[in-house]
């Protein structure tokens, strides 16, 4: 399974790169990061679903732009084809792709693809992670003023409400960043960044 979700990644990655700055009318994609879509996030996720289904007719998927595929419960396969369109559709390279596997509830499986800057996280339950094949750690810091935060709102929509919270953890931190991939901004605080 491994091979087979790292295959996908990059797949679909490269499919993403091959597109990336090329499309004039993505430039003109100015909404809220939430609302943004493209056509490539469906065409990846519709590559995504079709090699899953064909691999592992049985499991189940939750995807983004396809919603849930049901399936064996047991199995369950968490896509996110695009992970930071607003990043893509601006010429941003702070894109990816994001895998996940779920087993009886647990996360056995995860890999995360950013084809713009060459990175391919994998972790693996009992396993560790790994960045680029190397094997990779959150970083030691605990003292909370030597920290930068990474941070995403998700779904949230009120961004007094995002501010305030950001206004009462800034001065706690030594910085504050925001990528606009969830996926890569987990992935870095895997690293240690």
């Known amino acids: ?5 790292e295959n996908l990644a990059k797949r679909a990655g490269d499919i993403l790169l091959s597109h990336f700055g090329k499309d004039e009318q993505l430039l003109k994609l100015r909404c809220p990061v939430k609302e943004a879509i493209t056509k490539y996030d469906k065409m990846v ?7 899953i289904r064909q691999k592992y007719p049985h499991h ?3 995807t983004e732009e396809s919603s849930l595929l049901k399936g064996d419960p047991d199995w369950l ?11 893509f559709a601006s010429s941003n390279p ?11 509830g647990e996360l056995v499986l995860g ?5 713009a800057i060459k990175e391919f996280y994998l972790a693996e339950k009992g396993n560790g992670a790994y960045l680029n094949q190397r094997r990779i750690h959150v970083s030691e810091t605990s003292d909370l003023q030597e920290s930068y935060i990474f941070y995403c709102e998700g779904r949230e929509r009120d961004r007094l409400r995002i501010g305030r919270l ?4 800034y001065l ?12 890569l901004e987990t992935a870095w605080v895997a690293v240690g960044f």
């Open 45 to 51: 996720d519709e590559l995504i679903v079709r090699e």
């Open 1 to 5: 399974m491994i091979g087979f979700i």
């Open 166 to 169: 950001l206004s009462e953890v």
């Open 94 to 104: 702070l894109f990816s792709v994001c895998l996940a596997v779920m087993h009886k």
């Open 111 to 115: 890999a995360i693809y950013a084809p």
């Open 77 to 87: 396969w968490i896509v996110d084809s695009l992970d930071g369109t607003g990043d």
């Open 60 to 62: 189940s998927l939750l």
């Open 172 to 183: 706690e931190v030594t910085d504050v960043r925001k990528l606009g991939s969830a996926g």
